[in-house]
């Protein structure tokens, strides 16, 4: 099967790929801005693969980059939730238009398939009842959220009006091996990374916020699984299925590494949901049991990984 992934750097994305590389009939081809980004694949895998470097802007030539392609894995987004209200014109234009184009590729070049990372985090809002269902109410508080459901529209429509298959996974808060340990997403590796490091934690509120966190290899089975599929619904959760507090993460990670954590906790952020976590039960009864990482055991492969990689 001929699979392209766009945004292949990133962390879903480099977990992907390692997936489904042990799949030998899968060729993929791996795109995302700058060749250099694909640092955390080994020559090896580089060799199996196909690397193209390309940016994720209207002036994309999708048609050939999903030419001769089966499966195309949409993994880019050029905004976080937390800075995504501050330009909110120009986010719109770089992600849902320019996705939009990349759609109309996909339909003139026949893809089979688009597979969406959504956001399980920000599409719903704040004003439903966790654990929330992909048939709840959507009303974003972000940008970030809101161009994540207006692409999900645009598949929809797509779909509706020239057969594009498709499946969306409205992802919870995936965390391990390959996430950026400094980077502004990713609470428990950046409170991993943290804690083996004895630097402070910041945290935004009083760590009653309620999240929904999910192993990496936990996200990429159930996002393989679901891309698979040929039958059944287009929109899937994936997330753990409960709800775990700021507060009883930083816990876990102290009681899994042994140490004594230094945190600082901040004044809360409009952009946070209070209580956000997934209902997966569509997923479970379309695939089986989701999770098989919890939270304390995924704390500590998550630090092994930062131990060997950047300690």
């Not at 895998?45 to 030539?61: A, G, M």
């Not at 391990?176 to 630097?199: C, H, I, M, S, W």
Request: glycine share 8%; with cysteine; charged share 20%.
């Amino acid at each position: 099967m001929n699979v392209i992934i766009l945004g292949a750097a990133g962390f879903i994305g480099t977990n992907l790929t390692k997936h489904l590389l042990a799949d030998t009939n899968n060729r993929l081809t791996l795109v995302d801005g700058n060749i250099s980004y694909f640092s955390n694949l080994t020559e090896t895998e580089k060799n199996k693969v196909l690397l193209v470097e390309s940016n994720f802007t209207e002036d994309t030539d999708f048609e050939s980059l999903v030419k001769g392609q089966d499966v195309v894995y949409h993994l880019v987004s050029t905004t976080v939730p937390s800075t995504s209200n501050q330009h909110i014109p120009q986010e719109i234009v770089a992600n849902v238009v320019v996705t939009a184009r990349l759609l109309d590729a996909c339909v003139k070049l026949a893809v089979k398939k688009v597979i969406f990372i959504s956001s399980g985090g920000t599409v719903y809002g704040k004003d439903v009842k966790s654990p929330i269902s992909e048939e709840s109410v959507t009303s974003p508080i972000s940008s970030y959220g809101l161009q994540k459901l207006s692409i999900e529209k645009l598949l929809y429509l797509y779909q509706y009006m020239y057969g594009l298959d498709y499946r969306v996974i409205r992802l919870a808060n995936p965390y391990g091996p390959y996430q950026r340990p400094n980077g502004v997403l990713g609470a428990v590796t950046t409170f991993t990374y943290k804690a083996l490091n004895d630097e402070p934690i910041r945290v935004y509120g009083d760590g009653t916020v309620i999240r929904d966190f999910i192993y990496i290899d936990d996200a990429v089975r159930a996002i393989k699984n679901i891309s698979n599929s040929n039958k059944g619904p287009r929109v899937f959760n994936v997330g753990s299925g409960s709800g775990t507090s700021i507060k009883t993460v930083l816990e876990t990670v102290a009681d899994s590494l042994g140490k004594k954590l230094q945190i600082d906790f901040l004044p809360g952020r409009k952009v946070d949901v209070p209580v956000n976590y997934l209902n997966i039960n569509r997923y479970e009864d379309n695939f089986g049991s989701l999770v098989a990482v919890p939270l304390s055991l995924g704390i500590v492969k998550t630090a092994e990984f930062l131990q060997d990689s950047y300690l």
